[in-house]
C-alpha cells in the first residue's frame, strides 16, 4: 500500500463529526450550508436528467458550461478569458487540484505551500512527488512577507499552491501580497495553483481578486472554482479550471484519465446558474454576512477574540488570551461536555502549528447558531 495515504490518521474532521454524531452535538465542525441550494438550479439539474443528454459529454466540459464560466468571470472579474482554450470543468475543485499538481510537477520539485491549509493540498503534493516548502501564516491577518517567500523559493521551486479567499483562516490576500507573489513566480519560473472556490463567498463589499487579474501571474496561473460554494450545493462536485492555452493543454490531459468529464444534467444547471442575475450573488453573500454578523456578536460577548471573517463560511476565535493553547484538547471537551463540534486550526498546519485558533461554521440556520450559542456561553464564560 502507497504509505502516503496507508498511513494518514483519521482526520479531525472525521473525529469531531464522529462525536458530534454519537452525542447529539451542535456540528459547527465541517463546512457545509444547511440551505440546500436554489432551487431554480437545482429544478434545472432535475430536468436535465430527465429529458437531457446523459451519455458522455466532451472531455472538457459542455460548450455551454465552458461559455457560461467565460462570461461569469468578465462580468463579476472583469478577466478576459477563451472559452475553447483556457476553460475545463472538472468533477469538483480537488479532482481540478489533483490533476494540476499531477501534471505541472515531476518526483522532486518543490512545491511552496501556504498553512494553514485545506487538508488535500499536502497528500495530494506528495503522491505527486512533489517536495513541500511551508511558509506559515499567523493570526490575526495570516499574511506573508518577502522574507517569508525567500526562505523557501528556490531554484527547485516549479509550483506555489495558494488559497485565497483563505480557509480556514476566513482571510483574504490583498493585491499587494498577490503582486509579491507574482514577482517570485517570474523570477523563479513558477507557475501558481490559486485555489479560488471562495470568491463568491466574500463580505463588507469586498470584491475578489483572481491571480489572472495580476499581470505577472496572469500567464503562469491556474485558477480553480467551484459551483459547490457558489450556488451553496457541496455534493455537485462541479469545478472549474481557467489557465492559459500552454498550460491548459498539459492539464487536460491529466483531467482525461483522472476522471475525464463530469455528469452532464449538472453541468447544465451550473451554467444556467452562473448567469443568475447580480441580485442572487448580492443576496447569497448579505444572508451569509447576516449569518456570520449574528454568530460573530454572540461569541464576542463571551469575552474571548473573534478573528475577522472577510469570506468563507467560517469564523475563528483565538483562545490564546484565555490562556488556553492545546485547541485539539479544547475541541474535543467542547463537543464531549457542552455538545457543539468545531475544528481546531492547528489540524491544518503540517508542521510548527498555531495551537490557540479554533474554527466555527456559521453557515447555519438561526436556530442552530442560537443553540450553539446558548451551549458556547457557559464555556466561555467559565474559562473566562
Known sequence: MNPIFADLPTTVFEVMSQMARETGAINLGQGFPDDPGPLDVRQKAADAVVSGWNQYPPMMGLPELRQAVADHYRHHQGLAVDPQQEVMITSGATEALAGALMALIEPGDEVVLFQPMYDAYLPLVLRAGGVPRFVTLRPPHWRFSEEDLAAVFTDRTRVVLINNPLNPAASIFPAEDLELLGR?????????????????????????????????????????????????????????????????????????????????????????????????????????????????????????????????????????????????????????????????????????????????????????????????????????
Open 184 to 384: 517570485f513566480c517570474e523570477r523563479f519560473g513558477a507557475t501558481c495553483i490559486s485555489d479560488e472556490v471562495w470568491e463568491h463567498v466574500i463580505f463588507d463589499g469586498r470584491r475578489h481578486l483572481s491571480v489572472l487579474a495580476v499581470e505577472s501571474l496572469r500567464n503562469r496561473s491556474v485558477k480553480i472554482g467551484s459551483a459547490g460554494k457558489i450556488f451553496s450545493l457541496t455534493g455537485w462536485k462541479v469545478g472549474f479550471v481557467v489557465a492559459s492555452p500552454a498550460i491548459m493543454k498539459v492539464l487536460s490531459k491529466a483531467h482525461q484519465f483522472l476522471t475525464f468529464t463530469t455528469p452532464p444534467n449538472l453541468q447544465s444547471a451550473v451554467a444556467y446558474g452562473l448567469g443568475k442575475g447580480d441580485g442572487y450573488f448580492a443576496g447569497m453573500r448579505q444572508d451569509l454576512q447576516r449569518s456570520r454578523d449574528l454568530f460573530h456578536a454572540g461569541l464576542a460577548q463571551t469575552g474571548f477574540r473573534v478573528l475577522p471573517s472577510a469570506a468563507t463560511y467560517f469564523i475563528n476565535v483565538d483562545l490564546a488570551p484565555a490562556g488556553i493553547h492545546d485547541d485539539v484538547a479544547f475541541c474535543k471537551a467542547l463537543v464531549a461536555d457542552h455538545g457543539v463540534a468545531a475544528i481546531p486550526v492547528s489540524a491544518f498546519y503540517a508542521q510548527t502549528p498555531v495551537t490557540s485558533v479554533v474554527r466555527f461554521c456559521f453557515a447555519k440556520k438561526d436556530e442552530t447558531l442560537n443553540g450553539a450559542l446558548d451551549r458556547l456561553v457557559s464555556v466561555f464564560a467559565k474559562a473566562a
